[in-house]
């Protein structure tokens, strides 16, 4: 059993950053791919950054330069660090571990950009 929790979120003020963190339990295979959505409301959740066990990243596009998704696979840990924050980056953020046709999810953490 697979159990993520997600930790970092809060308040910011436009431009400012956050790093939100993801603690995993279980067995994570070290080629799962371990990536952050967010979902703001009234929109559907969306894809904001992934890593694969080979460390191949990818980002959204509202988020290039701005996000770095990095995980330690021996802590069973992800990261995601978020700089120059914008008023639309206001959401709740999902750690999500993709492996063996199985994904997993955390509770999801908030994240308010607002002066």
């Known amino acids: 059993q697979v159990q993520l929790s997600e930790s970092g979120g809060g308040l910011v003020q436009p431009g400012g950053s956050l790093r939100l963190s993801c603690a995993a339990s279980?067995?994570?295979?070290?080629?799962?791919?371990v990536g952050w959505y967010r979902q703001a409301p009234g929109k559907e959740r969306e894809a904001v950054a992934s890593i694969s066990g080979y460390g191949a990243t990818n980002y959204a596009d509202s988020v290039k330069g701005r996000f770095t998704i990095s995980r330690d696979n021996a802590k069973k840990w992800v990261d995601l660090q978020m700089n120059s924050l914008k008023s639309e980056d206001t959401a709740v953020y999902y750690c999500?571990?993709?492996?063996?046709?199985?994904?997993?999810w955390g509770q999801g953490t908030q994240v308010t950009v607002s002066s």
């Open positions: 999500n571990v993709e492996q063996f046709g199985y994904n997993y």
């Open positions: 279980g067995r994570i295979s070290s080629i799962a791919i």
